[in-house]
């Protein structure tokens, strides 16, 4: 059988590939986001430009086909910027009326860590109730 850590391991990588990490917001939440940060304004204006453009073309995929070369590596460094401040640059639609929608690959961690701990604390002879 695979262990807990190595299925894990292959869930993020998937879900990194696919889904992306960082915590979904509204395009104005997503800038908001950016601009909360203080980066240089060269870095801002070019990260503030892709979740527009990944906005209009309701997608990740829809806009990295149509670039190549340096456009494409300056997009995978945006889209590398955002993951690191925790924004998933796919915006919620404002009709939805929610202004935010936190990653589910945190819940996901967090259930893990909380069935290790409990593992972890059986194994003590510690009730799990005590943590």
Same mark, same amino acid.
């Given at each position: 059988? $695979?262990? &807990?850590?190595?299925?894990?391991?292959?869930?993020?990588?998937?879900?990194?590939?696919?889904?992306?990490?960082?915590?979904?917001?509204? $395009?104005? *939440?997503?800038?908001?986001?950016?601009?909360?940060?203080? @980066?240089k304004?060269? /870095?801002?204006?070019?990260?503030? *430009?892709?979740?527009?453009? !990944?906005?209009? @073309?309701? *997608?990740?995929? /829809? #806009?990295?086909?149509?670039?190549?070369?340096?456009?494409?590596?300056?997009?995978?460094?945006?889209?590398s910027?955002?993951?690191? !401040?925790? #924004?998933?640059?796919?915006?919620?639609? /404002?009709?939805?009326?929610?202004?935010? !929608?936190?990653?589910?690959? &945190?819940?996901?961690?967090? /259930?893990? &860590? &909380?069935?290790? $701990?409990?593992?972890?604390?059986?194994?003590?002879?510690?009730?799990?109730?005590?943590?």
């Amino acid at each position: 059988m $695979l262990s &807990d850590d190595f299925c894990a391991d292959i869930i993020r990588d998937y879900f990194n590939k696919t889904i992306r990490r960082g915590n979904y917001f509204t $395009l104005d *939440g997503a800038i908001q986001q950016v601009l909360y940060r203080r @980066f240089k304004r060269k /870095k801002e204006d070019r990260i503030i *430009g892709e979740l527009y453009r !990944i906005n209009q @073309f309701r *997608g990740i995929h /829809k #806009v990295r086909a149509t670039l190549q070369g340096k456009e494409l590596e300056v997009f995978r460094r945006t889209l590398s910027d955002l993951a690191e !401040i925790n #924004v998933n640059p796919v915006t919620i639609p /404002k009709n939805w009326g929610i202004s935010r !929608i936190p990653n589910l690959l &945190d819940a996901y961690d967090r /259930k893990v &860590d &909380d069935e290790q $701990l409990k593992r972890k604390m059986e194994e003590w002879g510690t009730p799990a109730s005590a943590t």
